[in-house]
Structures are given as structure tokens and as C-alpha cells.
């Protein structure tokens, strides 16, 4: 990351509020923090939200190594014993989003932030990538080859995914915190996104993409031994999958790559908006309609599903953090017109219309998180993603099953559903979409089903019975602080994110797609 590029005005973002130096352009509050906006309903709710939340990201952080736990009890007074690369960087910028909205003070914010990152100078990485293993020990910064909580062997691992949250944060810290710039500065050009990215692509798509990640050494089970993509001339064993769907959490690395110069920006037509249509590929959840379109000379399925009237990109799983975790910090609703600006608000009402209306379960929000009967499970809206057996909504599991005319009979077209598991996390992602809508679905998972504790909201709670999962998860949390910063500053984290290099690589590519997304499906 190039410090001449700091403080530079974003010439696109001016007229949306982006402003110079990476503070929002109507900024008052003291040492350039914003002032929260005040005034509009529902203000005084999230700021109290936010303050509670704040309360359990201090809870499961080591004074000592600012390493964040995964996640600490209901309580706030047990905090795991591993951490990862995203909890860290949600960490960070929970950090910062604290002390712009009055939270805690500059004073505070530096100290901790400080703390964090002469840690991240020290930890065990990758040398060939400079990416960092998965899990690490959270009071010493020790990369993890035991599982603490069953002393299983842990084969350290190169997460794509993990590494793209974590040097995200690291481009918010250089802009935030300028004292901090250089250190920030240093620790992000060390990582080098080009060693994830598969030149040669997955399986029946135009263009390169990324793996899901790599081990340095052969873990048991499936991998792929090849020569690091980046040219070190090292061995990587590297995930038999590819991040090959495009509205996926996982394209915050192919930002990343892309803005670094590191892997073009053609890496984003090698992903499946939809799997191509076909009875070939019945097997995913719904037959898609589409049409191809041809960009930089690559030709793209652009592949649509549809629920209650609205077509759409599904995710993999149906969930509200795939589709809407990028969009905290990356403006893609301003980049991406004809895309990501079309898609994300369907993506929130076909999350509102199955749990309100199609499953009946008086509240909505579908996500992975805790399963309030034990343990964590994947929540999604099952039509709403690719997988066959998608994330379900309930804890009973119900997979709906519909025809996909032509090829396939539906098994489980019209399901009953069960107990269904709501995360507050996930309303929180809407609120760029829908504020009214959140506002109130949050109020009632507070008020009227006890979802909320010392920390904020619970991680989880199944509607039908009240069971609340009572503990706190790193991820969870700062996706709910980037949320409620970003509403109330005005999308702060977004301008300090990108800068002038971003918006030249990224924008236009971003621009250029279609996704033939409608708020009313094709007859």
C-alpha cells in the first residue's frame, strides 16, 4: 500500500460523501473523528447497541497482545483460547469504528491498536506469501498445532478469506490512524494476494480465481501440490476447491489482489454468478435463467434466481454475511450499478419475505452463527443459494427441495418449517437497505425475545421456543460495529478503506457488470 495515495480525495466518491483523507465530509467531532449522526429514529437504539457490543469485543481481548479471542461467553467472563486472521482484523476496525462514535477515546484506540499490531509484527507466518496461519493462541500470539478445546492436531493453514479480512483492516488502521500509517503500511505490503490466485481458473469458467487457500506442508485429505502462484519458486499445497462464486465473502481477497496490482481484474468474470443453466447442473438448488455476456473478451453466464417475484445472484449458502459482509468496507453499490446495487437490497427483502412470510417465524436474519441448542450451524435461506442442501433456517433442518422443470422433480417443494434460528448480525447488514425494517426486527429479538445481554445481542436465538444461543462471536461483533459505524458516520469504514489506487484498478471492472438482478422476475 502506497503512502502517496493517502489522504487523496476519491474523485467518484465525492458526491456520495467520500471525502478527502478518508474523513467523511461532514466530520465535527474532535481530532477529525465523525460525529454520529443524531436525530433521525432509531439513533439512541444503535448507539446503545453499539456500546454494549463494544463491551464484548473488550471482553475476549488480551490486554497484552491486543489479540481478540473467536468468541467469550454470554457472561463476558470466559473468552476462548484461539483466534484467527478475521477476528483480528474485525478487532481493529471495531477499534476505530468505537472511537468514532465516542465510544472510547483517541487516546485508547491508539494504545489498543498499537498493541495489535507490534503483535501481528511478531507472529508466526508464511514466508514465501507473508500470510498468516489460521489460528493462533490469543494471550502469547503462538500459531496453533493443537486444538485447545479437544487437543486434536491443528495443520496450520493459509486462509484466502481469512487474510483478505485481516489486510483490510490493516488499509482502515493507515487512513484512521495516521501515527499508526507506516507500521500499518509495512505489515500490509508484506502480503501477497497473487499466492492464492489460480491463473488457470476452476472448472468451466473464462478466467483465473482464487483457491480457497494453502498449507505449507501436505495436510491429510485432498490438496493440490504446486508451485506458489506468486513465483517464489515454493511449494504450496493448496485447497482441490476454488472461491469460484461470486457473491461470496471471499471476494474481499480478490478486491484486495486486484487493487495491489497483484491479480487482474479479470479475476472477477472467473466466478458463477449462477451455475450454468442445464439439466447437467441440476443439482443446484433452483434451474437459473440468465443470459451471457461478454467482458474484456471473457464470456459470462449471467445466471439469476428467483424468490417471491425478485430474481437474483444467489450465494453458496443463502446467507446474509456473504452477500452483504464486502459491502461494509467496499462501496459497491457506487461502483457497481448494475450489479451489486440491484442485488443487495433483493438480497435483503428475499432474507425479510422467507422469514416473515414464507416461514412464518415473526422475525428475520439468516446467517451462520451459534446454534442456540449447541455447538454452530450454518443458517441461510435454502432457495436462496446454490448449495443442493443449502443453509437452512430452522433448527430442525428443513431443506426445501423445488422442481427444476425439465430435468428434475422437487422432493420437498412446500415445506412446513420448524424453529427457526434468527442472528442478529445479519439485520445488521441490512441496515444500509432497509433501516426501518431492521430497526424493528431487532427490537423484538431485544424486547420480546430476550436476545440480549451484557455484550449486545446474543450470537443467536430460535424464535419458535426462545432458546437463545448466550455467547459472543469476534466475527458476529464486528460485523455489528462496521453496521452501526457506518450508519451513523455515514459509511466511514468505506472512506477509509479505498483509496485513489482502488477506485483506478477496481472501479471499472466493478462498473462493467451486469447481473441481470430485478426487483420483479422475467415471466
Given amino acids: 500500500m502506497k503512502r502517496l495515495m493517502t489522504g487523496v480525495a476519491l474523485a467518484g466518491l465525492v458526491a456520495t460523501g467520500l471525502a478527502v483523507g478518508g474523513a467523511p465530509a461532514a466530520a465535527a467531532a474532535v481530532g477529525g473523528a465523525p460525529a454520529a449522526a443524531g436525530g433521525r429514529p432509531g439513533t439512541d437504539d444503535l448507539e446503545r447497541w453499539a456500546h454494549d457490543t463494544w463491551a464484548s469485543l473488550d471482553a475476549m481481548t488480551d490486554e497484552s497482545t491486543g489479540l481478540p479471542s473467536d468468541n467469550v461467553t454470554g457472561d463476558l467472563r470466559t473468552a476462548g483460547a484461539y483466534t484467527s486472521p478475521t477476528n483480528i482484523g474485525g478487532y481493529l476496525w471495531s477499534t476505530v469504528t468505537a472511537r468514532d462514535l465516542g465510544i472510547i477515546d483517541e487516546a485508547e484506540a491508539h494504545d489498543r491498536i498499537a498493541t495489535t499490531l507490534d503483535t501481528l509484527e511478531t507472529l508466526e507466518r508464511n514466508d514465501a506469501s507473508g500470510m498468516y496461519y489460521n489460528w493462533y493462541d490469543p494471550a502469547t500470539g503462538a500459531k496453533l498445532t493443537t486444538w485447545p478445546d479437544s487437543g486434536d492436531a491443528v495443520h496450520p493453514f493459509l486462509s484466502t478469506v481469512d487474510n483478505g479480512w485481516l489486510a483490510a483492516s490493516l488499509r482502515i488502521v493507515r487512513e484512521a490512524e495516521p501515527a499508526l500509517a507506516d507500521q ?84 472477477l468474470y472467473g466466478t458463477h454468478r449462477t451455475m450454468p443453466p442445464g439439466c447437467d447442473w441440476a443439482w443446484q438448488e433452483q434451474l437459473p435463467t440468465g443470459t451471457y455476456r461478454t467482458y474484456a473478451g471473457f464470456r459470462v453466464w449471467e445466471g439469476v434466481y428467483s424468490y417471491a417475484g425478485m430474481s437474483f445472484v444467489p450465494s453458496w449458502g443463502g446467507s446474509m454475511f456473504e452477500a452483504l459482509m464486502p459491502d461494509l468496507l467496499v462501496p459497491e453499490t457506487t461502483w457497481g450499478t448494475k450489479s451489486w446495487k440491484v442485488n443487495h437490497p433483493i438480497t435483503v427483502a428475499v432474507q425479510k419475505h422467507h422469514g416473515l412470510t414464507d416461514a412464518e417465524y415473526g422475525a428475520w436474519g439468516f446467517s451462520p452463527a451459534s446454534n442456540p441448542f449447541g455447538g454452530y450451524a450454518e443458517y441461510g435461506v435454502d432457495l436462496a443459494g446454490m448449495r443442493s442442501d443449502g443453509y437452512v433456517s430452522d433448527a430442525e433442518a428443513t431443506d426445501v427441495d423445488i422442481d427444476r422443470p425439465g430435468c428434475t422433480e422437487g422432493a420437498n417443494p412446500d415445506p412446513e418449517f420448524g424453529d427457526g434460528v434468527v442472528t442478529p448480525h445479519a439485520s445488521f447488514l441490512a441496515l444500509p437497505y432497509d433501516r426501518a425494517g431492521v430497526l424493528d426486527n431487532l427490537r423484538h429479538l431485544e424486547d420480546d425475545l430476550g436476545a440480549y445481554g451484557p455484550g449486545g445481542f446474543y450470537d443467536a436465538v430460535a424464535v419458535g421456543s426462545g432458546t437463545v444461543a448466550q455467547r459472543y462471536l469476534s466475527l458476529d461483533q464486528s460485523m455489528i460495529m462496521a453496521a452501526i459505524g457506518n450508519e451513523l458516520t455515514g459509511d466511514t469504514l468505506k472512506r477509509y478503506f479505498v483509496d485513489k489506487e482502488m477506485e483506478k484498478r477496481l472501479r471499472p471492472a466493478m462498473a462493467a457488470q451486469d447481473f441481470g438482478s430485478e426487483w420483479r422476475a422475467r415471466e
Avoid: K, Q
Fill in 184 to 267: 500499518a503500511d509495512a505489515l500490509y505490503d508484506s502480503m501477497d494476494f497473487s499466492a492464492f490466485f489460480d491463473p488457470a481458473g476452476a472448472a468451466n469458467l473464462p478466467a483465473g480465481t482464487n483457491r480457497g487457500g494453502f498449507w505449507d506442508a501436505a495436510p491429510p485429505g485432498c490438496s493440490v501440490e504446486a508451485p506458489m502462484y506468486n513465483g517464489s519458486g515454493e511449494t504450496a499445497y493448496y485447497t482441490c476447491h476454488h472461491y469460484d462464486t461470486t457473491v461470496s465473502e471471499s471476494r474481499i481477497a480478490t478486491y484486495l489482489g486486484i487493487a495491489n496490482g497483484e491479480i487482474p481484474a479479470t479475476a
